[in-house]
């Protein structure tokens, strides 16, 4: 297992709820920049909501709780409907109101307006993303929302794609209804080989899911 992020990012994780997913070895090709750094955070702890499940970062492999990384990121899942204005993105994480944070070109991570596709540039790193968040929780991470939601008995839906992805603070045991082929490999079919560079689509994905459950752990 790969050392605990460090800075705002492991600050977000401390308050997250996770995992998502059972432990995964993920490689997106570059050893620099933020596709490195999520390929590690997934590797320490695959996937986690934080701030009332405000903000989910999806888990990678075939089994877990929400959107997995792969099938959110393939095309026919809901990028399609923005007519090519979003298939460079990685899209590796959202907020309660649909808003997909992603990485575009191993340089920057952005805010993807949901309405619009326009783009919004948070920094250069997942820790200046996770900075951002902290700055403002309610506003950034929706935070405020997500609790009134919680207060309520019904549950937390998100309406942002076809996909139909639901997701609740409370809610955090990965799924295990079907057993996983040992060291089971999927995820993107092509690889993005170097940092700051114009792909044809959304980066390469190899994960390979361990064959073992993993349980949920909850922080304040």
Request: charged share 15%; glycine share 8%; with cysteine.
């Amino acid at each position: 297992m790969t050392a605990a992020p460090t800075s705002a990012l492991a600050e977000l994780l401390r308050r997250g709820r996770a995992p998502l997913g059972p432990p995964v070895r993920v490689d997106f090709g570059p050893t620099t920049g933020p596709l490195s750094e999520l390929a590690e955070v997934l590797v320490h702890t695959n996937g986690f909501t934080v701030f009332n499940a405000g903000i989910q970062l999806f888990h990678a492999g075939p089994r877990g709780l929400g959107p997995e990384l792969a099938v959110w990121n393939a095309r026919g899942t809901w990028k399609d409907t923005y007519a090519g204005l979003v298939d460079r993105l990685l899209c590796f994480a959202q907020d309660l109101l649909a808003v997909q944070f992603a990485i575009a070109e191993n340089c920057h991570v952005v805010a993807v307006d949901p309405e619009t596709a326009g783009r919004t540039i948070l920094g250069d790193s997942l820790d200046a993303w996770a900075q951002w968040l902290l700055d403002d929780p309610d506003v950034h991470g929706t935070w405020s929302l997500a609790t009134a939601w919680q207060d309520t008995p019904r549950p937390i839906k998100n309406a942002s794609s076809r996909a139909g992805c639901s997701c609740s603070a409370a809610a955090t045991t990965p799924t295990t209804s079907s057993p996983a082929t040992p060291w089971r490999q999927c995820g993107f079919a092509s690889r993005w080989p170097s940092a700051c560079t114009t792909p044809p689509t959304a980066p390469a994905c190899t994960c390979l899911a361990h064959d073992h459950h993993s349980t949920a752990r909850s922080r304040p």
